[in-house]
């Protein structure tokens, strides 16, 4: 089930053609939930929608695997701390579902201080013949009451619901960057760039901090928190990546404040490759643990990097995105490339890994052939089923007919933002303001 070996097919995109883009209708967050039927996105307008893959149905055998709109709904306002004189953006950071408890579905999101539960139902029956108000609502004069009745359920249209159910705020001084639901259903974890905080789901005015790294004397401060994450089995274990390149992996257990870790991940660097921009390229923008929990993938500038959680000295893998854009890291500084923080993502089976690169290319790794695959999110293939051509950079000499040249790639079309179906291969891909969806030709 790995990615390198598969050929993947474009299935549907999602969003308008425009050749100029509202900052609003970016995508910046994609999440599918436990089971895979839903996928949600966040834009930087703050909005959440939701997509359900659809069923198979015999008069359209190729519906499978189709995702279409469920919901939508407004999450975050853009607000003002009258405070700090700042604005906050409506933009949503991160969205992560819960697993499911029942007919509902629960979902966290967050801007960059506030986070909401948000429950989406639905409704497709209403009660009539009510006692004390008329069909159109009204009251009614008890005087007139004469006989009771008993009100019945009427089928009515589908109608799904967003209702926000708690609102976690003002326990974060710095931007949330990261939301993970813990393993054991009942608690959540939010990190900014030097503190973590530990929620109950069902508490809103106090989060308890785990994790301060905020030094007495901020001209002392070297590096920030960039991603956090729970630990999927172990509900007392999570990790927090740094902008220094490492990683930290804590005990709840062994002391209720987690400045202390547990563990420490860092590569050694080779003296013989430093340059200005080693520091940068160094920073970790997203680590995931696999659905095993045995290893977890750190995504920094250039490569994806997969650690054994027995093994802190240097990772077991390490895999180049677009190792040609090392020469290319003066030009990326300028226009502040260099700072984009992509994500990464596991398959189910945690054979392959998934995250994305400019020019709206995004590359997959298998890890049991070491083989990989550059593929380009584009309108051009996206006739159903068509079979997406794999990619490749030239870096210099001569180029090849189907070869694209280093100095033609489009830094400001990136794929930050990757996401794979949980049991099955269909990917979800966001490229700018469009959501694609992509899945193994087999599907």
Sequence with gaps: M?????QWCFSQVKGAIDEDVAEADIISTVEFNYSGDLLATGDKGGRVVIFQKEHENKSRPHSRGEYNVYSTFQSH???????KSLEIEEKINKIRWLPQQNAAHFLLSTNDKTIKLWKISERDKRAEGYNLKDEDGRLRDPFRITALRVPILKPMDLMVEASPRRIFANAHTYHINSISVNSDHETYLS??????????????????????IKPVNMEELTEVITAAEFHPHQCNVFVHSSSKGTVRLC???????????????????????????SE???????????????????????????????????????????????????SLYENDCIFDKFECCWNGSDGALMTGSYN???RMFDRSTRRDVTL????????????????????????????????????NKKILHTAWHPLENIIAVAATNNLYIFQDKVN
């Design 280 to 330: 940068i390229i160094s920073s970790i923008s997203d680590v995931k643990f696999s659905h095993s929990g045995r290893y977890m993938m750190t995504r920094d500038y250039l490569s994806v990097k997969v650690w054994d959680l027995n093994m802190e000295t240097r990772p077991v893998e390490t895999y180049q995105v677009h190792e040609y854009l090392r020469s290319k890291l003066c």
């Design 376 to 411: 380009e999110a584009s309108r051009e293939s996206s006739k159903p089923r068509a079979i997406l051509k794999p990619r490749k950079v030239c870096t210099g000499g001569k180029r090849k007919k189907d070869e694209i040249s280093v100095d033609s790639l489009d830094f």
């Design 2 to 6: 790995g990615g390198g070996d598969l």
């Design 191 to 212: 990190a900014d760039d030097l503190r973590i905080n530990l929620w109950h789901l069902g508490i809103t005015n106090r989060s308890f901090n785990i994790v301060d």
């Design 77 to 83: 306002e853009p607000e003002f701390d009258y405070l």
């Design 251 to 277: 005990d709840m257990r062994s002391s209720a404040l987690c400045d202390r870790h547990s563990k420490f991940f860092e590569e050694p660097e080779d003296p013989s490759s430093r340059s200005f921009f």
């Design 360 to 362: 709206n290319f995004f």
